[in-house]
Every structure is written in C-alpha cells, then in structure tokens.
C-alpha cells in the first residue's frame, strides 16, 4: 500500500478517536474511572515503549548518537505547551472544571498537529516505525480525548458542539501528517532529529502526564493489575518489532 495513504489513515485513525468522549454520557464516573486507570497504564506502558524500543534506536540509526538532544527539546517544547497553552492531560472525565475550554481546544490542536507530524516521520522511516507510534498515540488519545470532552461539556458546549468541534480539533494531525510528508523530504538528513523529538515527547506524556495518574492508586490489587497493564503496554510495543 502507497505509504501516504497509510498515513493519510492512520492519521484519521487518531482523529476519530475524539468522539470516544461521547462514553461519559453513557456510563457512570466510577465506571469511567475504574476502566480508565488500566488504560493510562498501558498507555503508559506504550509510550516508553514506543520511544525506547522504536524510535530512539531509529533515530540513532538515521543520525547517531548526538540527536539525542533533540529529545530534550521535545521534552521542554511539550512541558511549554502544557504550562502557557493550558493543553492539559485529563484521564477522569469532569477534572477540567477549571480550565478554559477554548485554550484546551488551542492546546489541543497543537498536540494533534504533533500527532500528526510524528505518525508521518515514523512512516517516513519504516513501516514498523509507523505502526507503533499509531498505536501509541491511539491509547494515549483514548483517555485524553474523554478528558477533552469534559472540559467542553463544562464549558458549555451542547453535545453535538462539543463533539464536532472536539473533531475538527482532532483532524489538525491531518494537516501535520501532510506537512510532513510534503515538506520533510525536502529537508535531507531531518527525520533523525524529528524521530528523537517526537521520543522526547513520548517520555514527557508517560513521566509527568500518566505515571502520576496511576500512583493516585493505593490498592494492592488495582496496583497489581496497573503494573501488569503498563507492561502489557510495552510489550505489546516491543511485539511491533516483528512487524515488517
């Protein structure tokens, strides 16, 4: 298959992951809370494994060692976004009450113009490459696009507005993917730093944004079973190597 048009659905793939939002109508918050945390897990679990065991080596592959520093930019790029655009990560639904709603949308857009951006130079890269940085982004933007959901909903979007524009929101990886793939080419030797980049944004999510989420939770049990999602979550990623 003709590697923009994988792009092209994978992006829209993760776009349509924002009307996932639409859960919080149907199920009760508890119910919400409990299935989200094994979800952060193992989103969690994808993200480190999608930059340690894909795209680091890659990006070391394509450039050597000394793109390295561009996953610390990644890292500080994402920390700005989340401190001055109020682009928050949410994985309950209703814990946005205080933040805007439109500066979650501006937040939000950039995050999936990223998205977007590292979905089309992992693609670029390798097939292999490509799908495991989906996935991560899809299990990441489950509970992320709820959250998202929330903050309109208690912003005072209508339903079908919130939807709709938590959608157009989300085709902004659209228009990353295809500047990407258009512009990137042009630029030989870039794909490296954009690889280590796009790692440095995926430790950033897990570290500061997901782990947090799971060490609110103290009992034995659920404990047990998110450290057994988490490395379900890497494991999964790893098992993505095999894939050609």
């Not at 050597?64 to 930019?73: D, H, K, N, R």
Request: one cysteine or more.
């Amino acid at each position: 298959m003709d590697t923009s048009l994988v792009i092209l659905i994978s992006v829209l793939v993760v776009s349509l992951i924002s009307f996932v939002g639409a859960m919080t109508l149907v199920l009760r918050k508890k119910q919400m809370e409990n299935a989200l945390i094994f979800l952060v897990s193992f989103s969690a679990g994808s993200c480190f494994g999608g930059a340690f065991i894909h795209l680091f080596p890659e990006a070391i592959e394509e450039g050597g060692a000394e793109v390295v520093g561009f996953a610390i930019i990644g890292i500080l790029v994402f920390f700005v976004m989340e401190k001055f655009l109020f682009w928050q990560h949410c994985h309950k639904p209703g814990c946005h009450e205080h933040t805007f709603a439109y500066m979650n949308l501006v937040g939000d857009g950039i995050h999936n113009f990223i998205d977007g951006m590292v979905i089309a130079a992992s693609y670029l890269a390798s097939t292999q490459l490509g799908v495991a940085s989906t996935i991560a982004i899809v299990l990441h933007e489950i509970p992320q696009e709820i959250g998202d959901f929330a903050v309109l909903i208690k912003g005072g979007f209508a339903t079908s507005k919130a939807l709709l524009v938590n959608f157009l929101t989300a085709l902004m990886a659209v228009v990353g993917a295809l500047v990407t793939f258009f512009v990137l080419p042009s630029f030989e030797g870039q794909l490296a730093p954009l690889l280590a980049f796009a790692a440095g944004g995926f430790i950033y999510i897990a570290g500061t944004d997901l782990v947090p989420e799971l060490h609110k939770e103290v009992g034995t049990k659920k404990s047990v079973g998110i450290f057994i999602s988490l490395v379900l979550g890497v494991i999964l990623i790893w098992l993505l190597r095999f894939v050609e």
